[in-house]
């Protein structure tokens, strides 16, 4: 038996990659480097394209970082290629994006049991086991296929934020250091403060810079993660200082706090690049030079990489899909990634595993694992196929977990009881499924 799956980004390289190491032949069909979305730009696989973080690698106190654990011990291939390719951030976990897609194109194209064909599919997989992974920027035709089929397509806008080049950084007017000083070592982050005077002008900058168009775009859109910093800025003149510029945790080479910090992330391992991290934007690219150029550490920056901003589609997940992300009124055809209602790199790529793990077991008869909430795998399956009128993308959060057996008032101590439940339930699942699926 073979499965089809259609779109090599995070998701789709999950899905092929647990399916052929349990044995199942996979024809995985990719658009590039034949035809790119308005996004991408490499050929390799799992390209990421709005940040290079894969956010907390916290697994007892942040949700995110727990779900990656769940992956891992589920044998996760963004997991393995992460710590392959992993650049210095603090807490969090992010790589060199470049050396992060190559090991994942690598892992795939080797893999005996995946046969990679390079094709634009146009229409829904009509025959035979498919998962659908084309993610947040469908090409038109297959989406238009959708929405004929379907139904019930939604959409958002999503932001990416700028790269500067390391070497135009005024690195005499930043310090280094990560909040609360939770790095490995002396610090990951670049960390460029401004007074309340350049604070304010640059925000009065940013409210009135020019935008670019977006065709039908209404903010009610915007998924609240990524919405641009222009859009945060005009909801208050401190909305930024008690987000992506807060200083909290923050001081300077002579123990002060600033008054705001714009943090910089390195983008690759040489250090040659950096993000604006929480910097996503819909500036028109002059006024991105102008504004961020008023930041005094970035006085001289050249932008590697400007910000934009795209239109992600998203299923109805809770009327089409069932709970292992199989089709309702097709079992045999999955969806996994951005598409079903999950938001962010790791969740996307976790989804992929849950339709490989529903595509696996329905291949062999089996009845699907029956996700409950006391994991963010399992809430996150409920999220896509729990009835919900007002359904919206969901990032991993410890809110959409099953609370504790017991009253917890202290909120680290709770956090660490749900991830502890959390991963004993993965590991015996992991088990049961190596058991049944060898």
Not at 92 to 112: C, G, H, M, W
Not at 356 to 367: F, M, S, T, V
Not at 391 to 420: C, W
């Amino acid at each position: 038996m073979q499965v089809t799956i259609v779109g090599a980004g995070l998701a789709g390289c999950e899905a092929a990659h647990f399916l052929a190491t349990h044995g199942v032949r996979v024809r995985l069909a990719e658009s590039k480097p034949q035809k790119f979305t308005p996004a991408h730009s490499s050929k390799n696989f799992a390209e990421l394209v709005c940040s290079n973080s894969l956010k907390s690698n916290d697994v007892y106190g942040n949700a995110c970082g727990l779900l990656k654990e769940e992956m891992r011990l589920l044998g996760s291939l963004t997991m393995q290629a992460a710590e392959a390719s992993r650049v210095p951030a603090g807490g969090a976990l992010a790589v060199d994006r470049d050396a992060f897609s190559a090991y994942v194109t690598q892992k795939i194209e080797q893999n005996p049991n995946v046969e990679v064909v390079c094709e634009e599919v146009k229409t829904l997989p009509q025959d035979g086991y498919a998962i659908v992974a084309t993610g947040p920027l469908t090409l038109d035709a297959l989406a238009q296929d959708i929405v004929e089929k379907l139904g019930g397509n939604l959409f958002f806008y999503d932001a990416a934020a700028p790269i500067v080049s390391a070497s135009s950084i005024d690195f005499s007017k930043t310090f280094t250091a990560d909040r609360y000083g939770k790095g490995e070592g002396s610090g990951d982050y670049v960390n460029c403060p401004m007074t309340k005077e350049e604070y304010e002008a640059f925000v009065d900058a940013l409210c009135s810079a020019e935008r670019a168009l977006v065709h039908d775009f209404d903010k009610r859109d915007v998924f609240e993660g990524c919405m641009p910093v222009e859009i945060m800025a005009s909801r208050g003149k401190d909305t930024l200082r008690f987000g992506m510029l807060k200083p909290v945790g923050l001081y300077d080479k002579d123990g002060k706090r600033p008054y705001a910090v714009l943090q910089l992330r390195k983008e690759n391992c040489a250090g040659t690049a950096y993000n604006l991290v929480g910097f996503q934007t819909n500036l028109k690219f002059p006024e991105q030079k102008r504004v961020f150029s008023m930041i005094p550490a970035l006085h001289d920056a050249e932008f590697l990489r400007y910000g934009v901003m795209h239109r992600n589609t998203f299923l109805n997940a809770p009327k089409l899909l069932n709970a292992d992300f199989s089709l309702k009124t097709r079992p045999q055809l999955f969806f996994a990634g951005q598409m079903t209602g999950v938001e962010g790199y790791v969740e996307s790529a976790a989804s992929g595993i849950l339709a490989a793990i529903g595509c696996a077991l329905r291949l062999k008869g089996l009845q699907p694992v029956q996700w409950d909430a006391a994991t963010v795998c399992g809430s996150l399956a409920l999220h896509v196929s729990t009835p919900n009128a007002d359904f919206q993308p969901m990032n991993a959060n410890y809110g959409i977990l099953q609370p504790p057996e017991t009253h917890v008032r202290d909120k680290a101590l709770k956090k660490r009881l749900l991830s502890e439940r959390s991963l004993e339930k993965i590991r015996a699942l992991a088990a049961e499924l190596e058991g049944v699926l060898h």
